[in-house]
């Protein structure tokens, strides 16, 4: 029976797993999550029901910043609870449809890209409604290299066709329990939020740029590649019309 329950499991993650890479650090626990949950998703629950409910957690989150601004800042943790959802229904969304083979590959691939982007630029702005300090332009800088994370992303996909939401051991998992945990520091220590935000942006500038590096090495191979098929081909036609 625990054999039988050891196969079922790996069936599940090798479902889960397709089209898509990952590297980062919370991989095992995440997928081994993910895969315990799409098995006991009720029938009714889609896709896009869960894409829906994901969007629905960044809405939490920014209320809570707002929240936090005009009410109490205790009500930063708020945005914690709209990070659980934002996890759920965008963690789960696409891997329930490669359980249940009905995957729509480039919808997906669409709309999750399209969410992410909406999902970025409300933490953003939340942060930006919040903080009345002189620095809450690093917010607004936060989401635009956040939002460049993404669109390298993309970039790599349409170079190498391997999709991979990843930078090095950082996932989306992992930035939002960073978030959290600079929002329960908040609480606990009012304005250290700046000093997070300003860390979190200096971090996201190392990142982009060696990630961006990295991108035009592989697109570099890339045209290799081509010309050195380009070229083989031109020689075969050569070789045939003689």
């Known amino acids: 029976m625990q054999s039988k329950t050891k196969q079922d499991n790996s069936s599940t993650l090798n479902k889960i797993r397709q089209g898509r890479e990952r590297t980062n650090i919370l991989r095992k626990y995440e997928q081994a999550s993910i895969a315990f949950l799409v098995e006991r998703m009720p029938a009714w629950v889609t896709s896009d029901m869960l894409t829906a409910f994901g969007l629905f957690g960044s809405v939490i989150t920014f209320l809570g910043f707002i929240l936090a ?57 939340g942060y930006l409604l919040y903080d009345n300090s002189n620095w809450e332009l690093f917010g607004f800088i ?49 304005g250290s ?37 380009k070229s083989q081909a031109n020689i075969t036609t050569a070789d045939s019309s003689i």
Do not use: H, Q
Request: with cysteine; hydrophobic share 50%; charged share 20%.
């Open 69 to 125: 601004r005009f009410c109490d800042r205790c009500l930063l943790l708020i945005s914690i609870i709209g990070f659980i959802i934002n996890w759920f229904g965008d963690s789960l969304d696409g891997r329930l449809a490669y359980y249940r083979n009905k995957p729509r590959k480039w919808y997906g691939f669409s709309l999750d890209f399209c969410t992410d982007w909406i999902t970025a630029i409300l933490i953003g702005l």
């Open 142 to 190: 936060f989401a635009v290299l956040y939002g460049l994370e993404m669109m390298i992303a993309l970039l790599r996909y349409k170079i190498i066709n391997a999709y991979s939401i990843d930078s090095g051991i950082l996932g989306p998992t992992e930035v939002r329990i960073i978030l959290a945990l600079i929002l329960i520091l908040e609480v606990v220590v009012p």
């Open 193 to 229: 939020i700046v000093f997070s935000v300003i860390g979190g942006s200096l971090l996201l500038v190392v990142t982009c740029a060696s990630d961006f590096m990295k991108l035009l090495k592989m697109a570099d191979a890339r045209d290799k590649e081509e010309r050195k098929a």
